[in-house]
Structure formats: C-alpha cells, structure tokens
C-alpha cells in the first residue's frame, strides 16, 4: 500500500522546488522529507525525482503526481457526500504571464463565486505549460499548443493578439528618420526571459518578414514593469493589445507597425477526474476566454 504522507511531502517538494521549501511548507525538516521520499522509492521500485534544478519527476513520478491528484480530488467528493467539513483541496493550474496580467483576475473572481478551493498558479510561458501538465504538476494549464496530453482534454479558448508598442518619446529619440522593421530592431527592444524569444521570433518572422534578431534587446522579467519600460521610453516592446487599451488611447503607448499584429491560439487543457471543482474552473475559463480573446 502506498504511504500516502510520502505521497504528500512528494507532492509538496516538487511544488516548491525543492527539498528545503517543501519541507519548510509541511512543518518537517529536510531529512525527514527526504527519508519519506527515499523509502517511498523503494516501495514503488524506482527513482521518482529528477535530481535537478528544478526538481523533476520520473516517468514513475508523474504516475504517482496524478494518482494524489485523483486521491485528493475523490476525498473532497467523499466529503461533500457524506456531509463531512473538510476544507477545500485546491487545483493547480499553470498559466503564462500575459494570461495573468490580462484576463485570468477575472477567471478568479468567477470562480471564487462559486466555489472555496484555492487555485495554485505555476506560472511558465505558454509554450512550456503542456510539458508541466504532463509531469503531472498541475491538473489544468493554457497552452499554445491544441494536442490534448494523455489522458487529458483540450478545447481551444481564442487568441491573443500582439502588436510591437513605443512611447512617442522613444520614437522621437530613436526612430525620428523614420520607422521600419530594420531600424526599429536596431533600437532598444525587450524580452520577458529566454522562453520569450519564441514570440518575438515569431512577430518578426511573421508579421515582419524578417531574420529574428535580440542583440538590442534588454530581459526584464516582470509584466508591470515590461509596461512601464515600454511607458518610460526605454524600449519598444511586444504586448498584448488586451493589456494596453488604455496607454494606447491615452496616447501613452504608439503602435509601430498598426497592421501588423501576432495571433497566438490559447487552448485549455485539463486533465480527466471526476472533480466538480476543476468543471467549474474550466466553465469559468472558456467564459471569460470568450469575453476576452478574438
């Protein structure tokens, strides 16, 4: 029979990252949580985690991550049958950072209506959220990509349209002689992180016709303070068009190139449980997506 508080402190650590959060979240020391761990190796007769930074489970690990899913999902149901308090399991979901800053507030406070449980965010870009939900961190994720992961469902949610923004300032201290792809990509420009190098590319390949190129630009890994280098005339920068409306009609933000936008899909994917909670969620998600996106 599985040691369901192995089972537990698994769970927690690679939610955390790492051996010393997680122990400090379920009030253990380190030792203790790794002994747990070790002998919970032993009794499923394998590694679970990936030794590394950040931890990451086996191919054995992420079976055991969606078994703790279910198992958590079923006691909260057994509960409410039964008439039981118990307090709400949560759901952990993994979203992007543009999501976050733009519409997912409001996926929140829909679901927070109707329901206690909390919502554990992993934030990653869209392009690495699937990979987390198949490690069997996270019970939902967005995506970029449609491709539902095993013994899971994806529905598309809409797209998210970018464009490449300036401050009137920056134009008149860099682009006076004019604006054009080649000229503007030999001015200061920003990305979030590495992983938002692939977007960018993307505009540049597809809406610019154009070689990708960064050796202008700065990494500022920060949604506000991406804005606010983009408002404070430092750079131009790559935005959703959901999250600058009103720089744009404030006359704040100058789109550089006004016809040429980057539709990025969305899909939600979830994983299949019997879990009211996650199904409201979900309803919640496709509703604001639907207000939100094109």
């Known amino acids: 029979m599985l040691d369901y508080d192995a089972l537990h402190c698994f769970h927690e650590v690679l939610r955390y990252g790492g051996f010393e959060k997680g122990a400090q979240a379920i009030n253990l020391t380190q030792s203790a949580v790794s002994q747990k761990i070790k002998r919970l ?15 990451r489970p ?43 800053a733009t519409w997912f507030s ?17 934030n990653a870009d869209q392009t690495q959220t699937r990979d987390i939900l198949q490690q069997g961190r996270v019970m939902a994720c967005i995506s970029q990509t449609g491709t539902p992961v095993t013994g899971g469902q994806s529905t ?4 998210m349209r970018y464009q490449l ?7 008149t201290r860099y682009l ?9 990509m030999l001015t200061p420009g920003l990305l979030y992180d590495e992983h938002d190098v692939s977007l960018l590319t993307d505009y540049q390949r597809e809406c610019l016709q154009m070689p990708p190129t960064f050796s202008t ?3 500022y890994p920060s949604s506000h303070g991406f804005v606010k280098m983009a408002l404070d005339g430092v750079v131009w920068a790559l935005l959703p068009t959901l999250q600058v409306k009103q720089e744009v009609a404030d006359g704040l933000l100058v789109p550089l190139f006004p016809t040429k936008e980057l539709d990025v899909p969305l899909f939600w994917h979830w994983t299949t449980l019997e879990s009211a909670a996650l199904a409201d969620l979900t309803r919640a998600v496709k509703g604001i997506a639907k207000q939100q996106l094109k």
């Open 156 to 159: 598309r949610l809409g797209t």
């Open 106 to 122: 409001q996926v929140m406070a829909t679901f927070s209506d109707k329901r206690p449980n909390p919502v554990h965010i992993v």
């Open 176 to 184: 006076k002689n004019g604006i054009t792809p080649e000229q503007v």
């Open 217 to 219: 630009c700065h990494w």
């Open 41 to 55: 190796e032993q009794s499923v007769g394998g590694p679970i985690l990936i030794r590394t930074k950040p931890l």
């Open 58 to 100: 086996t191919p054995l690990g992420r079976e055991l991550l969606a078994h703790i899913q279910k198992v958590s999902v079923l006691e909260e149901t057994l509960n409410i049958k039964s008439g039981l308090a118990s307090h709400a399991a949560p759901l952990s979901v993994a979203v992007n950072n543009d999501v976050l």
């Open 165 to 171: 923004y300036a401050s009137p300032q920056f134009i």
